[in-house]
C-alpha cells in the first residue's frame, strides 16, 4: 500500500485563469489549497501583446477586484464604453452603452497571460495556497474517504476533493469516465492584435459575415484585438497569407470604420467547439471553467462562466468547512451545481441561438434579424436586462470568502 506523504484540503488542476481565481477566492479559508498546472506560462506575442484577449463583464471586474487581483491589471486593460453589433447584409444593428446601465464601462479586455498573473500575484505566501507547477499527475484513484494523486515526480497527494479547472480538453474528466455533449462548429477563431487608423474609442464592434462574427476588441495604446470566426478551410487560408494579404482580406471585412488597418501581428488560430460536461460533479471531483464548459466565443463569455464557477464553488466549500460538511461530499457538490447550471445552460443556449441566427442561410431571415435587432435597439427595458445579464451585473456579486479553519 503507497504511503501518502501529503494531505491537502482542496487540489485544484490546472492554474489556467479560473483554477487560479478559485485559488485566489480560497485564499484566507484557512484551507489547504494546491494547484497542478502542468506548463511554465507560455504566451504568444502579437505586437508586443499577449494575442489571447479576454473580454471581462463589469460584474467580474469586482469580483478581481474583491481578490486583490485588479490592482495589477488596471493600468493594462481597456475600458469598453461601447459595443456595436451589425449584419453584414446592413439588415440592423443594435448599440449598448455603459451609460445605459449606469456603469463606468460594460467590461475590461485584458491579456489572458496579464490576468494568470494578476491572479498568481493576489496569492500571498503563508495563504495557505501553493502552486505546484510545472506539476503533472501521473495517477488519480477515488476512494470513498478521498481523491488519491500520483505525481509524475513521485509526489503523493490525498485530498477530500479534487476540481478540473484543467481546460477544455481535460486531462482529469477523461479520467474520471464523464464525456461531453459536443458541437463541433467546424471553425475556427483567428486571434490577433491589430493597429487601426483611427482612435478606437474604447468602443468594440461585431459584425456578422455569413461566414463568421468578426470582432474587433479596444485595448490599450489604441490597439485592438481581433476574433475572426471563420470556417476551417477559409481559416486556414487566412493564417496561412503574408500579412500584406492578410490585411487587405481583414480591411475588406471589417470594413471602414476605423480606417484603415495598418498593422496587424502574429496570428493563432482556435478550433470553435462547444461542449458540455455530461456531469458537472461526482463524489469528490468537481469540474470548472473550460473543463465543464466551452463556448463559441461570439459574446466573450467563457471565462466569465469560469470566474462565476470558481467564485461560487468557493463559497460552497467555506460554508461546508463552517458547518463541518465534508465539501468532497455529492450534497456540498450538487448545492455548486444547481447554482451554475441555469447559468451556463443559458449562456449556451444563447450563443447557440446567436449562432444560427446569423450564419443559417434561410431566404428573408436577414431581414427578420434586423427587426429584431432594431426592436431589441428600441426597447430600452429589453435592452437594459440583456446588457444587466451579459455583463453579470444581475447576479450577485460573492462575498469576500474569510472563514476561519474548523476544529
Ligand atoms: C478565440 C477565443 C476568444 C475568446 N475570448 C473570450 C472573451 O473575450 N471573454 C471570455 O470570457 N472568454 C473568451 N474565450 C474563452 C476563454 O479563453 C476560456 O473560457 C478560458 O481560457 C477558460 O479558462 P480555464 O482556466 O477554464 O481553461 P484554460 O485557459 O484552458 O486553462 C487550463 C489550464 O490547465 C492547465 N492544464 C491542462 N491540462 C493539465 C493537466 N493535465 N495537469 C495540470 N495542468 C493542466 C493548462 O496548462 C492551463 O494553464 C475565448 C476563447 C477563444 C478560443
Known amino acids: 500500500m503507497a504511503e501518502w506523504h501529503d494531505q491537502a484540503d482542496v487540489v485544484?488542476?490546472?492554474?489556467?485563469?479560473?483554477?487560479?481565481?478559485?485559488?485566489?477566492?480560497?485564499?484566507?479559508?484557512?484551507?489547504?489549497?494546491?494547484v497542478i498546472e502542468r506548463s511554465e506560462p507560455s504566451v504568444r506575442?502579437?505586437?508586443?501583446?499577449?494575442?489571447?484577449?479576454?473580454?471581462?463583464?463589469?460584474?467580474?471586474?469586482?469580483?478581481?477586484?474583491?481578490?486583490?487581483?485588479?490592482?495589477?491589471l488596471d493600468a493594462h486593460a481597456a475600458p469598453l464604453q461601447q459595443m456595436r453589433v451589425w449584419d453584414d447584409q446592413h439588415a440592423g444593428g443594435i448599440r449598448f452603452d455603459a451609460d445605459e446601465i449606469g456603469q463606468p464601462a460594460l467590461g475590461y479586455l485584458v491579456e489572458n497571460s496579464r490576468l494568470q498573473a494578476a491572479l498568481q500575484l493576489s496569492l500571498h505566501d503563508g495563504?495557505?495556497?501553493?502552486?505546484?507547477?510545472?506539476?503533472?499527475?501521473?495517477?488519480?484513484?477515488?476512494?470513498?474517504?478521498?481523491?488519491?494523486?500520483?505525481?509524475?515526480?513521485g509526489r503523493h497527494i490525498a485530498t477530500p476533493l479534487i476540481v478540473g479547472a484543467d481546460g477544455g480538453r481535460s486531462w482529469l474528466r477523461e479520467q474520471?469516465?464523464?464525456?461531453?455533449?459536443?458541437?463541433?462548429?467546424?471553425?475556427?477563431?483567428?486571434?490577433?492584435?491589430?493597429?487601426?487608423?483611427?482612435?478606437?474609442?474604447?468602443?468594440?464592434?461585431?459584425?456578422?459575415?455569413?461566414?463568421?462574427?468578426?470582432?474587433?476588441?479596444?485595448?490599450?495604446?489604441?490597439?485592438?484585438?481581433?476574433?475572426?470566426?471563420?470556417?476551417?478551410?477559409?481559416?486556414?487560408?487566412?493564417?496561412a497569407m503574408d500579412d500584406a494579404a492578410f490585411l487587405l482580406a481583414l480591411n475588406n471585412a471589417f470594413g471602414p470604420l476605423l480606417g484603415e488597418i495598418v498593422e496587424a501581428g502574429e496570428r493563432a488560430a482556435f478550433p470553435l467547439k462547444a461542449r458540455l460536461a455530461?456531469?458537472?460533479?461526482?463524489?469528490?471531483?468537481?469540474?470548472?471553467?473550460?473543463?465543464?464548459?466551452?463556448?463559441?466565443?461570439?459574446?466573450?463569455?467563457?471565462?466569465?462562466?469560469?470566474?462565476?464557477?470558481?467564485?461560487?464553488l468557493a463559497q460552497e466549500i467555506v460554508d461546508a468547512q463552517r458547518f463541518d460538511e465534508d465539501w468532497g461530499d455529492m450534497t456540498v457538490l450538487r448545492r455548486y451545481m444547481k447554482q451554475r447550471l441555469p447559468d451556463v445552460l443559458s449562456v449556451m443556449g444563447g450563443m447557440e441561438a446567436f449562432h444560427r441566427l446569423f450564419t443559417a442561410d434561410i431566404p428573408g431571415l436577414h431581414v427578420l434579424r434586423g427587426v429584431g435587432m432594431r426592436a431589441v435597439g428600441n426597447s430600452g427595458a429589453i435592452k437594459q436586462m440583456l446588457m444587466r445579464n451579459s455583463t453579470?451585473?444581475?447576479?450577485?456579486?460573492?462575498?469576500?470568502?474569510?472563514?476561519?479553519?474548523?476544529g
Not at 14 to 31: N, R
Not at 190 to 210: E, G, K, M, S
Not at 213 to 226: F, V, Y
Not at 297 to 312: H, S
Open 45 to 72: 506575442y502579437s505586437l508586443g501583446r499577449d494575442c489571447r484577449v479576454s473580454a471581462i463583464v463589469y460584474g467580474n471586474i469586482q469580483i478581481l477586484q474583491g481578490l486583490g487581483a485588479w490592482s495589477h
Open 12 to 34: 485544484i488542476v490546472g492554474g489556467g485563469m479560473v483554477g487560479l481565481t478559485l485559488a485566489s477566492a480560497l485564499k484566507h479559508s484557512g484551507l489547504r489549497v494546491i
Open 278 to 312: 455530461r456531469h458537472l460533479v461526482r463524489p469528490r471531483l468537481v469540474l470548472i471553467g473550460d473543463a465543464a464548459h466551452t463556448v463559441h466565443p461570439l459574446a466573450g463569455l467563457g471565462v466569465n462562466l469560469g470566474i462565476r464557477d470558481a467564485m461560487v
Open 176 to 239: 474520471a469516465g464523464i464525456d461531453c455533449f459536443q458541437r463541433d462548429y467546424a471553425q475556427k477563431g483567428i486571434v490577433a492584435t491589430v493597429r487601426p487608423q483611427l482612435p478606437h474609442r474604447n468602443i468594440a464592434c461585431q459584425r456578422f459575415l455569413p461566414t463568421g462574427p468578426l470582432a474587433m476588441l479596444p485595448m490599450t495604446d489604441n490597439l485592438c484585438s481581433i476574433v475572426w470566426s471563420n470556417m476551417n478551410e477559409q481559416a486556414e487560408a487566412l493564417m
Open 127 to 153: 495563504d495557505g495556497v501553493e502552486c505546484w507547477c510545472p506539476a503533472e499527475i501521473e495517477h488519480v484513484a477515488w476512494d470513498a474517504d478521498a481523491v488519491r494523486l500520483r505525481l509524475k515526480d
Open 392 to 406: 453579470g451585473l444581475s447576479l450577485p456579486v460573492p462575498k469576500q470568502i474569510t472563514v476561519t479553519r474548523r
